[in-house]
């Protein structure tokens, strides 16, 4: 059922709302005549019928909007009482396969990184909403961002389609991704997903039983987040056969290109967490590189931060330093 909640510092957190063209809001709890990707809302305080920017914000693999709700709020507020304060609406989107949109038909094969990205143009037309300023892709959601962004440069969305002024990659490789320079682990966990039976027992067996094989038990854990309740028992909440295809995808394309020529208006930031173990010295010395080289005024920007006292998962690991990496530059806006 949709609900409105307020925390401790006012802020508006809306799930699954429809939104009329005066922005007043109507929940509902009947399925949507449009099937688009399921999302949830975040928006500061304010008195404001509709807010001065918003934001598209993707999670990665096996994950959903919920992971960053805390970092949204947090950086909603931040926004709202910066100099100059502005008002911002988060949408925290399930890409396909993914939370809420693992439910949603309509969200066809092939399941790759083009069709995640073309999901967020078709959620953008369905509900008649403004092009969004700024898109923040954390991971696999770094490379849907980098999409949709070449999708929406080369015309793919239609002549309304406004490129966004920030692009935000939080800890996501640009290029190819060899299985050779990486951990595995996202291959591990996948082909383990695929041996575990369609019905779980409960949460408790399946960290006792990803620990046992092997994974930390943080890691468990949060693979558990992703169970729902299903009479007796529990079912995967997004479609693994869907997931697997997207990270296929995901490791095979190549956005180089996009970062050595942004499209003009624009600015790339890459957020490289310190201790991520996703970056192999030869690629920080390209992006290095690529920071340095000063382009011509047909283009756009790349700015390459590094995230310190971070692993991969940058919104838990040092989520006050991100938002102080974020914020500065997402209110330079107004």
């Avoid at 709700?69 to 931040?78: C, E, K, V």
């Avoid at 729902?228 to 995808?249: A, P, R, V």
Wanted: charged fraction near 20%; hydrophobic fraction near 35%.
């Amino acid at each position: 059922m949709a609900r409105i909640m307020k925390n401790k510092s006012g802020l508006r957190f809306c799930t699954e709302f429809l939104y009329s063209r005066r922005s007043i809001i109507f929940p509902f709890t009947s399925t949507r005549s449009i099937e688009t990707l399921a999302f949830e809302e975040v928006r500061s305080p304010s008195h404001k019928p509709t807010p001065d920017y918003s934001a598209f914000v993707l999670h990665g693999l096996v994950g959903s909007a919920r992971n960053w709700r805390s970092f949204s709020r947090n950086l909603a507020s931040s926004l709202s009482t910066f100099t100059p304060p502005s008002d911002w609406k988060m949408v925290l989107v399930d890409l396909r396969n993914h939370g809420q949109s693992a439910g949603v038909s309509g969200l066809d094969p092939p399941h790759d990184m083009v069709n995640a990205a073309n999901d967020l143009a078709n959620l953008v037309k369905s509900k008649d909403w403004r092009w969004p300023d700024v898109v923040l892709g954390h991971s696999m959601g770094g490379k849907v961002a980098l999409q949709y962004v070449l999708s929406c440069a080369r015309g793919d969305y239609g002549s309304s389609a406004k490129l966004p002024k920030q692009l935000w990659v939080l800890d996501s490789v640009p290029g190819i991704v060899d299985p050779e320079e990486s951990s595995g682990e996202v291959e591990k966990v996948l082909e383990t997903l695929q041996t575990l039976p369609k019905t779980i027992s409960s949460r408790k067996w399946l960290v006792d039983h990803l620990t046992n094989l092997g994974f930390s038990r943080s890691l468990s854990e949060w693979i558990g987040t992703n169970l729902k309740k299903s009479g007796e028992h529990y079912t995967w909440g997004f479609n693994l056969e869907g997931i697997t295809q997207m990270f296929d995808s995901y490791r095979m394309l190549d956005y180089w290109p996009l970062l050595e020529h942004p499209p003009k208006g624009m600015e790339i930031v890459i957020v490289r967490a310190e201790n991520s173990d996703r970056w192999d010295p030869h690629i920080i010395q390209k992006l290095e590189s690529l920071k340095n080289w000063i382009g011509d005024e047909s283009e756009g920007k790349l700015s390459v931060v590094v995230l310190p006292n971070s692993g991969h998962w940058v919104h838990v690991d040092n989520p006050k330093g991100l938002l102080e990496i974020v914020t500065p530059k997402m209110a330079s806006l107004s």
